[in-house]
């Protein structure tokens, strides 16, 4: 089992440019999370879904979207990318909503120049 | 403030220490998370706990929930322990968001 994949590993962008952060996971959990880390700051949740077909805002969901079409994907898109978004993006997964383990992808480094 | 505090932020040991990374919290929470960070940048869980006690191997993460404070001990410390300590919390029930505190980095010398 690969667990928690994420594409690409790194990125650089322009501002205003756009792409889009896959994230694959062969578990079958429910539950999938993108999150942010910054220096000097905690991990801090972007979206979240607790299924197929559903998604959800976490603490700092501007100027992101997300969509989970299929179970074992989770896709992180930014429209407009700036400065502001050069971060490194984490997604996780786990098997429910409460006080599962989480399971994390690699991260994705992204800047925005 | 903070919600998740965690002390220290830095930590510099030498192998074969015992070491202790403490972490606060100022909201209720139904359950706490102690995870690793390597110095590739993967993470990983290492204990999720509401009460008491927990062990796997070198490590012991303890809770009290009266006092809102957590501690991860790690005994007979080697350099491979040498990773950033993640404490996180789960407030507003089990449904509640993890709320994830900066961080400890820990480096072990041989």
């Known amino acids: 089992n690969a667990g928690v994949t994420q594409t690409p590993k790194f990125r650089v962008l322009k501002t205003g440019q756009s792409m889009t952060l896959l994230c694959a996971q062969d578990?079958?959990?429910?539950?999938m999370y993108w999150y942010r880390q910054d220096p000097g700051m905690g991990l801090r949740l972007i979206h979240y879904?607790?299924?197929?077909?559903?998604?959800a805002k976490g603490e700092v969901p501007d100027g992101y979207n997300v969509s989970r079409l299929k179970k074992q994907n989770f896709l992180l898109g930014l429209e407009s990318a700036a400065p502001s978004q050069t971060s490194v993006y984490f997604c996780?997964?786990?098997?429910?909503?409460?006080?599962?383990?989480?399971?994390f992808g690699p991260g994705t480094r992204l800047t925005v120049l | 403030k903070n919600e998740v505090e965690q002390s220290p932020q830095n930590l510099t040991a030498q192998e074969g220490e015992f070491i202790t990374i403490n972490c606060s919290y100022s909201?209720?929470?139904?359950?706490l998370h102690w995870l690793q960070q390597h110095p590739g940048g993967g993470i990983v869980s290492l204990f999720m706990?509401?009460?008491g006690k927990k062990k796997h191997g070198r490590l012991i993460a303890t809770i009290n929930i009266q006092e809102k404070h957590s501690s991860l001990h790690i005994t007979a410390s080697h350099p491979r322990d040498s990773a950033v300590y993640i404490c996180?919390?789960?407030?507003?029930?089990?449904?509640?968001?993890?709320?994830f505190g900066k961080g400890t980095k820990l480096s072990v010398k041989p």
């Open positions: 996780a997964s786990s098997y429910s909503r409460g006080d599962d383990e989480q399971f």
């Open positions: 578990m079958n959990h429910e539950y």
């Open positions: 879904s607790v299924g197929e077909g559903t998604t």
């Open positions: 909201v209720g929470i139904s359950a």
């Open positions: 706990l509401s009460s």
């Open positions: 996180a919390v789960r407030s507003g029930g089990s449904q509640g968001n993890l709320i």
